[in-house]
């Protein structure tokens, strides 16, 4: 969850809204994306490990050597032993059925002890398969809490000192040859599904390659005790080894035996016309996977029992390279895949530039298929069309423009949600879909939508410009996967490609708001100056047109009226000293306030000594003016009339908020105070009358007392 707070009411609008949804859309998608690229990194790694273990035991030319990789295998996993109990079928038939091979870790040392009868740990094992239903794998990772253990295998378990013990059944066709078994004298915390994997996988491979070096021992003995390799050498005209359906190509001399023997999985003998033929085929696994032909052309050979054993002993070592060869080459191509989608998913992980991210996608698909063509296409629902952002045709980048959808075999796709195959008759599919041909043609194609959630986005494709029938069904799963793994990452990429946009635009609009801010700042100052100027005009006037007056009450009245002119200029000579054009600091307005009417009343400051309460607070113009003039009212009469008779006294003026956020405005003298029946709201006072319309005008409350002194409680809205 993404959690946004704000200490302001109303902060969020809608465009912060679908801001932050936005950032969650990306989190979310980064979020799978590392999953998915740590389980990618995790199955690379285990398929690097076994890559390497089938490399090493392919070079294992003994059971010493598999021994030795089993050992390694098992160190790797966190077990320090490995144990090989194989069948021995050259044995004495009273002799223990299972001959055990055992190597021990000791750090990076691995010793090979020599081979002994059947032992309790070959009992262990077998004990502990038969309580197990017959499974091929057995992982007890805490062995003191196997309840299906015998006790005698649980006694035997306490005396070694074996707590994990993890095992997998040797078989050779249907019957049971063996088992490896990987043991640790210390409890391990084993990841369950991902050692059942590798040691099936390796398990698997010990099962050939033990075959295979047994082959090879069985027909070297043959071959050194009876001397046939000599007769293969010399006597034998031709020597054919075929792929499981041949392909009898005009002017071979493949024989017609070897198709037989590759289609009914038998051996065949032929004498005719003068020369005699054996077929025989290459079984692995129970399939046939090719066939070993010989021929003779003077016919004079006979193909003994003898004979035709050591022909089929080298068919089944040559099935068993044939398979390890197949394998290896598997292994590889399955590291180069995993390779490759490891760098998608770390692409889909970090990338967030488009063009890039779409880049590194199509690189590494033409590496894992081995493509000439390769496409990535994205579908604009909202306009109908489709871009072709990445296209690589005859392996060169190529700009394609949009086109429309409903057209093509991508509209295909897109319309069906479903991968597309196309391994014959491609030039007609294309003609009736209404398919585009950039370039060189295909000879075969494969197409897989793109799917996010259940929104068709766009399409990965590839195509084969060498060869047909190309693509099979892991070709489909393979890139289905690797669409599905960039269908978010694309969507993120947009996403922040449109938050990148719109950001750039934000920052322009802000830019243009900032500058329209300047200079209506500018203007304001200029305003509130102009007015200020205006007012300082009126109070000059007002004070020529008094030097003319003889009458002391109608001077007063022009004072006093000066004295409020000058009030409110001073509220916009503050508004454009100002910072903030809106507000003004009231602390220091009145301040000054109080030095103007001090000066204009010749009142010296030692008479009537004034007393400030106030904090920073700021006002608006619409608050700071009727305040000022009510300020200027009351402390006008104070001056006037609270100390008469030069006599001195105090003057407070103070101004605080409330919990409520409500503002008091107090102002108070020590002077003469007012009559008790005095009510300062029927009074004739200009000064008073104009304070109760500002009060009403402030939407306020006013609070007055008489007793020592006059104050004045203003409560108000801020």
């Known amino acids: 969850a993404l959690n946004v707070s704000s200490k302001t009411l109303n902060r969020f609008s809608a465009q912060s809204v679908d801001f932050v949804k936005q950032i969650v859309a990306l989190a979310s998608g980064s979020l799978q994306k590392m999953r998915l690229l740590e389980q990618t990194q995790s199955a690379l790694s285990e398929a690097e490990g076994l890559y390497r273990a089938t490399r090493e035991l392919g070079n294992a030319s003994d059971l010493a050597g598999l021994l030795r990789v089993a050992a390694e295998f098992g160190r790797a996993q966190g077990f320090d032993r490995a144990t090989l109990a194989l069948e021995d079928p050259m044995q004495d038939p009273q002799a223990p059925r299972f001959v055990i091979h055992s190597a021990t870790c000791r750090g990076q040392t691995i010793a090979i002890e020599p081979p002994t009868a059947a032992n309790d740990l070959w ?49 050779s ?14 409890p391990l915390h084993l990841q369950i599904e991902a050692l059942e994997r590798q040691i099936v996988a390796f398990g698997n491979q010990v099962e050939r390659e033990r075959e295979a070096t047994e082959q090879v021992l069985a027909l070297n003995r043959r071959l050194t005790r009876e001397g046939w390799q000599e007769y293969l050498d010399a006597q034998a005209e031709g020597l054919w080894v075929e792929d499981a359906i041949p392909e009898m190509q005009s002017g071979g001399a493949a024989l017609p035996e070897l198709e037989h023997a590759a289609e009914t999985g038998e051996l065949v003998i032929s004498r005719e016309n003068g020369h005699s033929a054996l077929a025989m085929p290459i079984v692995v696994r129970g399939q046939v996977i090719g066939t070993l032909g010989l021929e003779d052309a003077d016919g004079t050979q006979e193909w003994s029992a003898d004979r035709i054993g050591i022909i089929n002993d080298v068919a089944q070592t040559l099935g068993m390279a044939l398979d390890n060869a197949r394998l290896y080459d598997e292994s590889q191509r399955r590291v180069t895949e995993l390779g490759a989608l490891n760098r998608i998913s770390q692409a889909v992980t970090s990338e967030l530039d488009l063009a890039s991210l779409l880049n590194i996608i199509g690189e590494q698909v ?55 195959v196309l391994n014959e008759t491609l030039d007609d599919t294309m003609a009736q879909l209404g398919a585009k041909v950039f370039g060189a043609p295909a000879q075969a194609y494969l ?73 209506k700042e500018v203007l304001l100052k200029e305003i509130h100056h102009r007015v200020k100027n205006n007012l300082q005009i009126i109070t000059s006037l007002l004070n020529l047109q008094s030097a003319q007056i003889k009458e002391p009450e109608t001077l007063a009245m022009f004072r006093e009226s000066q004295a409020r002119v000058r009030s409110m200029a001073l509220i916009h000579e503050k508004l454009y000293q100002s910072k903030d054009l809106a507000r003004i600091d009231f602390s220091g307005y009145v301040r000054e306030l109080m030095v103007y009417l001090f000066r204009s009343y010749t009142v010296s400051p030692d008479q009537i000594q004034t007393e400030f309460e106030m904090g920073e607070i700021y006002l608006g113009i619409d608050t700071a003016i009727p305040c000022g003039l009510i300020i200027s009212e009351l402390v006008t009469n104070s001056m006037k009339y609270a100390f008469p008779n030069g006599r001195r006294g105090k003057l407070a003026i103070a101004l605080h908020p409330r919990d409520d956020g409500n503002l008091v405005l107090r102002i108070a003298d020590n002077g003469v105070g007012f009559p008790d029946d005095f009510d300062w709201r029927e009074s004739d006072s200009l000064g008073l009358q104009l304070v109760s319309t500002l009060t009403s005008q402030l939407h306020g409350k006013m609070e007055v007392s008489g007793r020592d002194g006059a104050c004045f409680t203003l409560t108000f809205p801020e």
């Open 447 to 519: 197409g897989v939508p793109i799917l996010l959630g259940d929104e068709v986005t766009g399409v990965i494709s590839i195509q084969s410009a060498l060869r047909g029938h190309a693509f099979g069904e892991g070709n489909v799963r393979l890139l289905e996967t690797i669409a599905a793994a960039v269908g978010a990452a694309i969507q993120n990429a947009q996403l922040y490609g449109a938050m990148e946009q719109e950001v750039q635009e934000r920052k322009r609009a802000e830019e243009e708001i900032k500058l329209s801010l300047k200079e």
């Open 123 to 171: 009992a262990i094992s077998d004990d502990a398969y038969r309580t197990a239903e017959g499974q091929k794998l057995l992982v007890l990772p805490e062995l003191d809490k196997a309840t299906h253990l015998s006790e005698t295998t649980r006694q035997t378990l306490q005396a070694q000192k074996i707590h994990a013990l993890a095992s997998v059944l040797l078989r």
């Open 366 to 420: 033409r590496q894992i298929f081995d493509v000439q063509n390769t496409y990535i296409a994205l579908y604009d629902r909202a306009n109908e069309t489709i871009a072709l952002p990445y296209f690589v045709n005859d392996n060169k980048r190529v700009q394609v423009e949009p086109i429309r959808f409903g057209e093509g075999l991508t509209s295909q796709i897109i319309r069906t949600r479903q991968p597309l």
């Open 173 to 186: 066709g249907d019957g049971q040859v063996g088992y490896l078994t990987i043991t640790s004298s210390e």
